[in-house]
């Protein structure tokens, strides 16, 4: 059996004091209509739902607008969670439920649709046994015949579907060994695999399909979609009720097998109601008027400004029934006036907020000259000075990081043991003077301009980003252009797709990794998540890079046969960041934080650094383990 408990650096010691806060106004919407209208959205695109929609009050709604898509969802009428176009990120995360949970917040690993998992003597082989009651949402079992096909066909499919080259690179065969056992062979020991891609944790981990839907379909190009036949669905206890290109419906399944069989727990929230990202104001007024339950991750100085600087914490005790006027203000002397109306993880204190499990590092398409070379890499890294782009992008609140890695404890030993490589490799130092020798032994001179050229061409770094830098990537633009560089940054609204599809040059972008041990996140650089194949890089997401290294390979392979945290590691993992950074296949940032603002009008039990059950990202596949905890105030 695997067990682990990992508990993040949150910046601030969990012991601040509570005490009475004045709640924000709320001009609380009171349906789900008046909500809509409110966001300026009308249906477009829309699939016919021949099904009633049930209603359901705003007290019983939580209200979410989701940042990872623009203006309008992309991924409407995209039910299978493989397809090019699909986004767990979108709501699907409340239908879709793993094999095992791991909280890194809180308590680690959960079994859940399955109960254990036993690996042979060599770790070739790992048996794994299913709960037997859980049920499809069309009502058919869940078995481990739909855990054997998922993992076939992610092996037979292409690599530019996420996992799917490292399930080809070490399965050799999967099948079913009675009705409550499938078990998995692998081409060499593999006794990383079950936490790696059986286990949900922040984004990662493999959505299991069910089999009598998906056999004979395209993983790839199968959309899943049929409001007729119910499609979408999972085993989770949502099933999407009304979906166009500006909102979408999940509705609450009373007939959810967890809560039937007493499993778990019902989730507090009947309906989930998400609008696509308009604009950070729009997000901010929303929160403030009770439109939104949670804000997605905004910019510091938002949050900051959304729950009040120096506010220390929440009072959840005493009944909050009949605690709002028709106006939607408190009444006074109830429990609501002794609580803040919003919150973020760390409530009203830095970092507003908590740090994630993504570091940024400004990344570049590897192919393309000169980023091609790492000695440019590497001028262009000491070009940074990153105290500024903390103190000025962050202001203040940041950390810069020397790695790809985020702040966790669990990590501290093996960041520790490459700690003195930072005196031959020192990837945080701001060095001009370095800047300017390597450029030079280039052949790379300064025009009449300042900026640095080669052949009459300069070294332009048009950087993209998504919204939530918009106050760091600018900074980063202007730090580089000082140094010499023709820098820009942007943030269009197919930034992602330019990435994944080899069009873009340079951008800001994090690294879905590591947690626990440094394995996952060099996974990312390894040469068969960097393979071109269709128009994108497979992977995690996050290896769009394209740099690719053979003894790299060598040692990612070595670590992939060694267990979960296992000191063995500590050998293998100095190796492998010896060639990283002699090569600098990104230049590392800045720590990640989560300035998520969370609503407490209508829902309590969000996790904080008093109640560390999980994170809180609703984008994230740990999102159910929350929507178990909320409880609506009245």
């Not at 499809?136 to 092996?155: E, N």
Request: aromatic share 14%.
């Amino acid at each position: 059996m695997v067990s682990a408990s990992v508990r993040p650096v949150q910046g601030q010691p969990a012991t601040l004091p509570t005490g009475l806060v004045v709640p924000r106004r709320a001009a609380l919407a009171t349906a789900t209509a008046g909500f809509l209208a409110a966001c300026g959205e009308t249906p477009s695109g829309s699939p016919v739902y021949r099904n009633a929609l049930a209603d359901v009050p705003r007290h019983r709604t939580l209200h979410l607008m989701n940042g990872s898509m623009p203006a309008r969802f992309t991924d409407t009428g995209i039910g299978n969670p493989y397809h090019y176009s699909a986004s767990h990120q979108t709501g699907h995360a409340a239908m879709w439920e793993p094999l095992f949970y791991f909280s890194a917040f809180g308590v680690g690993l959960i079994p859940w649709l399955a109960h254990d998992f036993v690996y042979n003597g060599a770790s070739d082989e790992v048996r794994v046994r299913i709960r037997k009651d859980a049920v499809w949402a069309d009502g058919k079992p869940f078995s481990p015949r739909d855990v054997a096909f998922t993992i076939l066909a992610l092996a037979d499919a292409p690599t530019s579907i996420p996992f799917a080259a490292d399930v080809r690179a070490q399965v050799k065969d999967a099948f079913t060994d009675g009705d409550q056992h499938v078990v998995i062979r692998f081409k060499a020991p593999s006794p990383r695999f079950v936490f790696d891609f059986l286990t949900f944790k922040f984004d990662t981990g493999l959505k299991i399909l069910p089999e009598h839907v998906f056999r004979g379909k395209s993983l790839i190009e199968f959309d899943f979609h049929d409001p007729d036949a119910g499609w979408p669905f999972g085993t989770g206890p949502y099933r999407i009720s009304r979906w166009t290109d500006t909102w979408k419906f999940l509705d609450r399944r009373e007939d959810y097998w967890g809560a039937r069989t007493e499993f778990t727990t019902m989730p507090g929230p009947e309906r989930i109601v998400m609008v696509p990202y308009g604009d950070e104001n729009r997000l901010a007024m929303g929160m403030t008027r009770g439109e939104f339950d949670h804000s997605w991750t905004v910019l510091h100085s938002t949050a900051r400004a959304l729950v009040g600087e120096g506010v220390d914490g929440a009072r959840t005790g005493g009944t909050l029934d009949g605690a709002y006027s028709p106006a939607g203000k408190p009444k006074a002397g109830t429990a609501l006036s002794e609580r803040m109306a919003l919150m973020t993880y760390s409530f009203g204190r830095a970092p507003y907020g908590n740090i994630d499990w993504w570091p940024l590092s400004l990344w570049f398409d590897t192919r393309v000259a000169p980023f091609d070379d790492p000695a440019i890499r590497w001028a262009i890294s000491f070009a940074i000075d990153r105290r500024r782009l903390v103190d000025i992008g962050q202001e203040g609140f940041g950390e810069a990081t020397p790695l790809p890695y985020p702040s966790f404890r669990a990590l501290e030993p093996y960041l520790e043991a490459v700690k003195y490589r930072l005196w031959e490799f020192p990837s945080n130092r701001y060095a001009p003077k370095e800047t300017t020798k390597r450029l030079e032994q280039r052949g790379f001179r300064r025009d009449p301009e300042g900026y640095w050229a080669r052949d009459g061409a300069r070294v332009r770094i048009p950087i993209l980003g998504h919204p939530q830098w918009a106050d760091m990537g600018p900074v980063l633009a202007e730090l580089l252009r000082r140094e010499g560089f023709d820098a820009t940054y942007d943030q269009p609204p197919d930034w992602l797709d330019r990435i994944r599809s080899g069009r873009a040059t340079a951008w800001i972008y994090g690294h879905g990794g590591s947690i626990v041990d440094p394995h996952f996140t060099l996974t990312l650089f390894h040469s068969r998540n960097a393979i071109v194949e269709g128009a994108s890089a497979g992977g995690a997401g996050g290896s769009y890079s394209r740099w690719t290294d053979k003894e790299f390979d060598g040692i990612v392979n070595e670590m992939e046969q060694v267990p979960v945290a296992d000191r063995k590691m500590l050998d293998l993992f100095p190796r492998a960041m010896d060639v990283w950074l002699r090569d600098l296949p990104n230049i590392p940032l800045v720590q990640s934080f989560h300035h998520n603002v969370m609503s407490q009008v209508y829902w309590v039990g969000w996790p904080s650094i008093f109640n560390p059950y999980a994170n809180d990202a609703f984008w994230h596949l740990t999102w159910p383990l929350v929507l178990r905890k909320l409880k609506p105030v009245r």
